[in-house]
Nanobody, 126 residues
Framework: QVQLVESGGGSVQAGGSLRLSCAAS????????MGWFRQALGKEREGVAA????????YYADSVKGRFAISEDNRRNTVYLQMNSLKPEDAAMYYC???????????????????WGQGTQVTVSS
């Protein structure tokens, strides 16, 4: 079992920045990939970014490329999502996920055997 706790959400104006954190505990040595998903009101949850733990490979949705950056701190078992140049359409509940395998990082269904946090809210005003 892996427990995930997100933090760092909040309200910003368009063009601003936020850094989300996801602290993992439990069986973290089994984790292969970690990712960030988001779900806006009335929309499906979508993959934002993912990282192969310890390997450094990162992946991004086209909508956030060049603005968001995912990174890890293995000593703290924490993954970050630095979000710059935020837009109103980035507003959503952001969820952290972890799984003991790789694969289709953007596909929520491909994380169904993984673990999810409770989410942190991001609001972006225009």
């Amino acid at each position: 079992q892996v427990q995930l706790v997100e933090s760092g959400g909040g309200s910003v104006q368009a063009g601003g920045s936020l850094r989300l954190s996801c602290a993992a505990s439990g069986a973290t040595s089994e984790t292969v990939t970690m990712g960030w998903f988001r779900q806006a009101l009335g929309k499906e949850r979508e993959g934002v970014a993912a990282i192969y733990v310890g390997g450094g490979s990162t992946y991004y949705a086209d909508s956030v490329k060049g603005r968001f950056a995912i990174s890890e701190d293995n000593r703290r078992n924490t993954v970050y999502l630095q979000m710059n140049s935020l837009k109103p359409e980035d507003a959503a509940m952001y969820y952290c996920a972890a799984r003991p395998y790789g694969g289709r990082w953007w596909d929520e269904q491909d994380w169904r055997y993984g673990y999810w946090g409770q989410g942190t809210q991001v609001t972006v005003s225009s």
